[in-house]
């Protein structure tokens, strides 16, 4: 029972839960949000490197090889840490929505690159062929066979930002682990954390079993 009432104290845990719902909502609207950004950072630094003047190019494997080398917390504290030191201060949800958006990028310029280059260059001669501008062949060609093949490791690291988000706790912003953190030293439990763990795996378990069910369903349907 004492194990009980330490780690899973019912009062405590009704007490922290609005608390920890507050953290909850921040931590959603981060991840959303470095999705957002990070996905069309991605296509966009993808298209430099497969088709923009050489130097750009060179520019854009350097990013990509950068961000996907660097860990997401030393991403996250140089954005909102060492910038200020140049005069450019961000709030702890904006920078930490800079850091992952930046790491996350890199790795969908990665995924999107290997689809496009996964498309039949006959495809490509056929939209020349009919005169279509490179945009056009891109949004309209391109990029939705290509998309087949990227939705799967797309959302594995969809799911890897959301868990990311926790490293926000690290810069001061009220996400769920802060919040849990605050909880617990408010009430002198560590129950607000057990909670906070399961509120992760509620959030994030069905989202794994959803990726795990594309990479079936896509290697069901190249079959």
């Known amino acids: 029972m004492e ?35 990070g996905g069309i950072l991605g296509v966009l630094v993808c298209l430099v490197r497969l088709y923009a ?15 996907r080398a660097i860990p997401v917390l030393v991403v996250l504290i ?41 498309v039949p260059r006959g495809q490509f001669e056929a939209c020349d062929a009919l005169g279509l501008s490179f945009f056009t062949t891109m949004r309209k060609v391109i990029l939705p066979q290509a998309f087949r093949m990227m939705i ?32 617990q030293a408010l009430f002198a439990n560590p129950t607000p954390l057990l909670l906070a763990a399961l509120i992760y795996i509620a959030i994030l378990w069905p989202m794994v079993r959803f990726t795990g069910w594309l990479e079936q369903h896509y290697k069901r349907g190249y079959r």
């Not at 003047?53 to 090889?65: G, M, N, Q």
């Not at 140089?78 to 201060?89: N, T």
């Open 3 to 37: 194990i009980i009432d330490i780690f899973f104290n019912l009062d405590v845990m009704r007490r922290a839960f609005p608390i920890l719902m507050r953290g909850l909502l921040n931590t959603i609207l981060l991840g959303a949000s470095a999705i957002f950004f």
């Open 53 to 67: 003047a050489k130097p750009f190019r060179l520019l854009a494997v350097l990013y990509t090889d950068i961000f």
């Open 78 to 118: 140089l954005v909102y840490y060492a910038l200020p030191f140049a005069g450019i201060v961000f709030s702890s949800f904006v920078g930490a929505t800079i850091a992952l958006a930046l790491v996350l990028a890199a790795y969908t310029a990665e995924v999107v690159r290997a689809g496009i280059e996964a």
């Open 152 to 183: 799967p490791p797309l959302a594995s690291y969809a799911v890897a930002i959301m868990k990311d988000t926790s490293l926000a706790s690290v810069v001061a912003m009220d996400d769920l682990l802060k919040q849990a953190t605050d909880a």
